[in-house]
């Protein structure tokens, strides 16, 4: 099985831009689409970026997904910082019977 | 609008069983396959179990694999997760996830999720 790895934390002001990054220990991280969540205190995780770099309908386009395999990881980042972006957001990507969130990373806008 | 409504958490002593239930509406709940994910308090998401849209095949993370059994009823648009033998461990909130679609499960909308815990 494979990890993913986040910084446990990244701080910014706002309107700032601001990229969190998703390290694939084993196996490449273009084979296997990845996903990112948001979860804000207290409430279920939402659904930022699917499929690499795809925002659902409603996600503004602040928030962008990308991925690098010379360092097999994903990049999310997030343009214009607002403080309502302040929350946890995780990694995810899956192989043929296991899926993977990375252990998150909160964003503090400040 | 995608709604999921799990339930069936509660307190449970360390080797029980508890049965969750998570209704789904507001898509073609036969047409997507579905995700238990669980998060222990104040910790990350870790992916629990999978089932495919027909119910024919089943993933499971290793910490649940011969205790947990992920199950669908797809006549009553429900998904169901049985914890057997449970631990101080599995203590978590539990999340049904909808999959993106039929051919890649990842998880796309969540649910507010049940809570377990495992206690003496």
Redesign the interface.
């Known amino acids: 099985?494979f990890m993913l790895t986040q910084p446990h934390s990244v701080s910014e002001s706002p309107g700032k831009t601001v990229t969190i990054s998703c390290t694939r220990s084993s196996g490449s991280i273009a084979s296997n689409?990845v996903?990112w969540?948001q979860?804000r205190p207290g409430s279920?995780?939402?659904?930022v970026i699917?499929?690499d770099n795809q925002r659902p309908s409603g996600v503004p386009d602040r928030f962008s997904g990308s991925i690098d395999s010379s360092s097999n990881s994903a990049s999310l980042t997030i343009s214009g910082l607002k403080t309502e972006d302040e929350a946890?957001y995780?990694c995810?990507s899956?192989d043929s019977?296991?899926?993977?969130?990375?252990?998150?990373t909160k964003l503090t806008v400040l | 609008e995608v709604q999921l409504l799990e339930s069936g958490g509660g307190l449970v002593q360390p080797g029980g069983s508890l049965r969750l239930s998570c209704a789904a509406s507001g898509f073609i709940f036969s047409s997507y396959g579905m995700n238990w994910v669980r998060q222990a308090p104040g910790k990350g998401l870790e992916w629990v179990s999978v089932i495919t849209a027909s119910g024919g095949t089943t993933y499971y993370a290793d910490s649940v694999k011969g205790r947990f059994t992920v199950s669908r009823d797809n006549s009553k648009n429900t998904l169901y997760l049985q914890m057997n033998s449970l631990r101080a461990e599995d203590t978590a909130l539990y999340y049904c996830a909808k999959g993106l679609r039929n051919s890649l499960a990842v998880p796309d909308y969540w649910g507010q999720g049940t809570l377990v815990t495992v206690s003496s």
């Open positions: 099985n689409f996903q969540y979860q279920s995780p939402t659904t699917y499929e946890d995780y995810h899956y019977s296991n899926q993977v969130f990375g252990g998150g």
